[in-house]
């Protein structure tokens, strides 16, 4: 029997080559994006510099680049801001030829900063610019500008995470085994600043909330001068533990993490000065309130003062303080309320006078102001209806404040961003310096002179160059250019450019985005895939800028692609974020809806074939529109959802729906379960198995809900994934199921299934 079947097998096969020579389907069109085009080297967005910046002296331009044999290493290059071609300073396989397993608390670090590639993930500058200094692999390097060499400064079994330079190159700081220590490059010897870090106590580092909710990454300052080091102290001891299973391929463990989640206790942390010279600690005097939030610290240009924003638990007041770094005093010099929530921000910049710049929200938008060294309000340096969405750099020479912001002729315009100038000296209206039509990121020097300006648009891949204060360009770092010898070059002729249009929800102004398939015909009934965040954030979801190559790979299925940002979603105006305070799902679903039947409106829309996807927020999201029978939904991909925000930590989850004590109606309402009658369509659910931010409980509470209520849904989990999936086969693998699943349920196979 088994001869005959393999005679037979074999005849078949030559007849099958036979009839496929007679009758070849046509080959695939070679400007067709798949799948396994995108999640392979080199990256399709083509050579895009990440971490630019100019050195102090305005000589030198630093960036990270992705190997073109490897996308998930880093390199860190250089290019002179005159003459001369980039170059490589330090090249991480040379140095390290074989990465080993970084540390847990590193891990969690990058996790924390969303740092997914190894090699040279960060670095920086002496004020000076004589050196850079980078970690590489847990351990320390050192560039010397004068002569380009690259000196190793650790090598140790231990981690050195957050290395900085001194500002005066004096010294390398680095926190070690959860201890402070500084080097002298001079002598190469090593200080310890403290010793009793272990356990749950920890020195010089952000905690988890700051990391995760407050983008702060440091958790210790050098003042100007070098004479002080202003560090926290983190002790986790009243923090719950809170068992997670992390599941990897080779088998599982427990972790007791400390996470503070909303309405429990948080890490206590303290705030004090080390002396260099003397190596005398003393503590600054926060209040007598222990449960409050560590924002920013800053000194002033003199580094006689130490500026602290302390932030209230319930983060209706932030406090600026002003403290005297040799005896740890300190007195509230400016006070900001809300009656939701006051942000964090970056923009408090000290002055060389003592005054110094911050922004806030008073007039219903972020705008900056000019105060006194006393902290009195001199005169707003913005205004207008839109808001500032950061502060670049301050020109003392010049009196020039430069900001990058969201608007036009004084009116926000939320789906672009452009770096704006005007003075704190006197009251100007602002003038415009990059250019119009798309996406400016800015990176400007310490003297606010030059910058990096980083722009795309639909039609544009990223691409970065060096130019003056004043706009004018100077040099390309990676011009990037869309040509016959870039990576997307075989596919742009299917590149659709995207339409942009807005709506209207209870006074307030929506943007969308919507991208139809290539060979798009108006006449024709085209299924539609969502996509939505929808949550708090600090940036819009809706650009014009150059769209994820994934995009296209929708579009290429034959979906059309749209994106709203609701209520709440990306740096609006202080009414327009608040939107979902103490209710979080409600207003955001309500103008999903008010979407929806924008598109059903649309001739060319099959509003029976609409699905939906999203990951974390978006995740929350997805289950929410999918149970909600207004949507109408026929699918939904929900990624790493918070299905309940009590899990959730307490800094993001207390500031837009207070405690689950406080609002019990509100946290209830955001608990997903409740609304699993409602579920309109097919459900895809995804979850990292290690995620340490939304912990997978999220997701298996889901699932035995859904098997409870014997509801089928499908299942896609990654053993060792964090909250997100890394690499490009477990992408590639992620994006096969992302289209496999939307093909069944509103796709080519959605009427035969």
């Known amino acids: 029997m088994r001869t005959f079947l393999l005679a037979s097998t074999l005849l078949m096969a030559v007849a099958g080559s036979a009839l496929a020579q007679s009758s070849a389907p046509p080959a695939a069109d070679p400007a067709i994006l798949t799948p396994e085009r995108v999640f392979s080297d080199p990256g399709l967005s083509g050579p895009v510099a990440k971490g630019v910046s100019l050195s102090p002296d305005g000589a030198l331009v630093a960036f990270l680049r992705s190997r073109p044999d490897d996308v998930s290493v880093q390199d860190l290059w250089a290019a002179p801001t005159g003459a001369g071609e980039p170059f490589k300073l330090i090249d991480a396989r040379a140095l390290v030829p074989d990465a080993g397993e970084l540390s847990e608390a590193e891990k969690a670090r990058r996790e924390r900063m969303r740092i997914s590639e190894r090699g040279v993930v960060e670095y920086s500058w002496d004020s000076q610019g004589r050196y850079i200094l980078a970690p590489l692999e847990g351990d320390i390097f050192l560039a010397n500008r004068a002569d380009d060499s690259v000196k190793r400064l650790t090598n140790t079994p231990a981690d050195e995470i957050d290395a900085k330079v001194s500002p005066k190159g004096t010294y390398v700081s680095y926190v070690r085994d959860q201890d402070l220590v500084i080097q002298d490059l001079a002598t190469n010897t090593e200080t310890p600043v403290t010793t009793d870090g272990d ?32 560090l926290q102290r983190t002790d986790e001891s009243g923090v719950d533990v809170v068992p997670r299973l992390d599941i990897n391929a080779s088998g599982s463990t427990v972790v007791q993490q400390r996470y503070p989640r909303a309405g429990r206790p948080n890490a206590v942390v303290e705030l004090y000065v080390h002396d260099v010279t003397s190596g005398k600690r003393i503590k600054v005097d926060l209040g007598t309130n222990t449960d409050i939030y560590l924002g920013r610290v800053d000194w002033s240009a003199d580094g006689k003062t130490l500026y602290v924003q302390r932030q209230s638990r319930d983060q209706k007041t932030l406090d600026l303080l002003a403290v005297d770094p040799a005896t740890g005093a300190s007195h509230v010099i400016v006070t900001q309320t809300s009656d939701t929530w006051v942000d964090l921000t970056d923009d408090f910049h000290a002055l060389k006078d003592g005054g110094f710049i911050w922004s806030d929200e008073s007039t219903g938008w972020r705008h900056l102001y000019l105060y006194d060294k006393d902290g009195r309000k001199v005169r707003p340096i913005t205004r207008g209806l839109y808001p500032v969405k950061g502060l670049n750099g301050v020109n003392e020479t010049t009196g020039e404040v430069f900001f990058t912001a969201s608007m036009h002729d004084g009116t926000e315009l939320p789906i672009e961003q452009q770096m704006f100038r005007t003075s704190f000296r006197r009251t100007t209206t602002p003038v415009q310096v990059t250019t119009s039509g798309g996406w400016w990121g800015v990176s400007m020097n310490k003297t606010a002179t030059a910058y990096v300006g980083n722009y795309s648009d639909p039609d544009t891949p990223p691409r970065s160059g060096l130019y003056k204060a004043d706009g004018n360009f100077v040099r390309w770092i990676e011009e990037n250019r869309l040509d016959e010898h870039h990576p997307f070059w075989p596919y742009r002729s299917r590149l659709r450019t995207p339409e942009f249009g807005t709506l209207e929800s209870h006074g307030q102004t929506l943007v969308w985005r919507i991208t139809t398939p290539p060979g798009f015909d108006p006449a024709k009934k085209y299924p539609v895939v969502m996509q939505v965040y929808g949550g708090p954030s600090t940036g819009a979801g809706v650009k014009r800028d150059w769209q994820a190559t994934t995009n296209q790979l929708l579009t290429e299925a034959g979906y059309i692609v749209f994106r709203l940002d609701n209520r709440g979603e990306g740096d609006r105006s202080a009414a327009f974020r608040s939107a979902q305070y103490l209710h979080m799902g409600t207003v955001e679903t309500e103008d999903q809806v008010l979407a929806a039947n924008y598109l059903r409106s649309l001739p060319y829309v099959d509003a029976s074939r609409m699905a939906v996807m999203g990951w974390s927020y978006g995740g929350f999201m997805s289950l929410n529109m999918l149970t909600e029978p207004k949507m109408g939904l026929a699918a939904a991909a929900a990624g790493g959802p918070p299905t309940n925000w009590a899990l959730y930590d307490t800094h993001y989850t207390e500031r837009f729906m207070s405690t689950p004590q406080a609002n ?38 889901l699932m035995d809900a859904l098997q409870a209520k014997s509801i089928p849904f499908e299942l896609m989990v990654y053993p060792g994934q964090r909250h997100g999936v890394r690499g490009n086969p477990r992408q590639l693998q992620q994006w096969r199921t992302y289209l496999d699943f939307f093909d069944r349920t509103i796709g080519s196979r959605s009427h035969t299934e």
């Open 199 to 230: 356990g749950l106590i920890t020195w010089a580092t952000a905690e988890f909330i700051a990391q995760e909710e407050m983008d702060r990454d440091t958790g210790y300052w050098w003042s100007p001068d070098e004479h002080y080091i202003a």
């Open 664 to 701: 019990a109606d509100g946290y209830a309402g955001t608990d997903v379960l409740n609304r699993l009658d409602n579920l309109t369509g097919r459900l895809l659910l995804m979850h990292g198995m290690a995620d340490d931010n939304v912990v997978f409980e999220n997701t298996t509470r």
